[in-house]
């Protein structure tokens, strides 16, 4: 189990690993009632004995139980905040990844129509050649040549830019 806390000497967003669940109060009433109460209801019907161990222990350590089992929901709430938090950081990048990647194979494709060699870092990408072309690789055909017809009406469009700019 993963929780985020403060241990001595680590910092407050450092992740704290446990070994597995923590207990329950539940399981914690359970076990504690049975050290500690296991000789009184010795002369009771054994059948009936674990509930009245838990019991006895539910009714001597009632604030207690009570208050471990509002630490047990704050944690999993939180937990579950953070989790979710976590999820869509994690979902955020990765369409900002993809992104950046149709970018960065955008550039490739024009590169490559205009016989000019591309390179990812030089243009501001943090994509290799190698990730470049396998993405590229993925497009649909469609999608290649709406890429490649929309350079060409951009370049044709700043031809005429230029020509009327040189009259």
Known sequence: MLLFGRLAGSSPCEPIFFPGPLMSPRSI???HGRIEF??????????????MIELQTFLTYEKQLRNLQLQEGRLSRRYDKELAELR????????????????????ALLARQRHENFDPQANGFDFSTEE??????TLSL????????????????????TRTEDA
Request: charged share 40%; net charge positive; no cysteine.
């Open 29 to 31: 009433r359970r076990t």
């Open 38 to 51: 296991a000789n009184e209801f010795n002369d009771h019907d054994a059948v009936l004995r674990p509930s």
């Open 88 to 107: 869509q950081l994690q979902q955020d990048r990765k369409a900002k990844e993809k992104q950046e990647l149709d970018r960065a194979a955008r550039a």
């Open 132 to 137: 470049i072309d396998r993405h590229i690789r």
């Open 142 to 161: 469609p999608m290649v040549d709406r890429i490649l017809r929309s350079a060409a009406q951009n370049d044709s469009l700043q031809g005429s830019k």
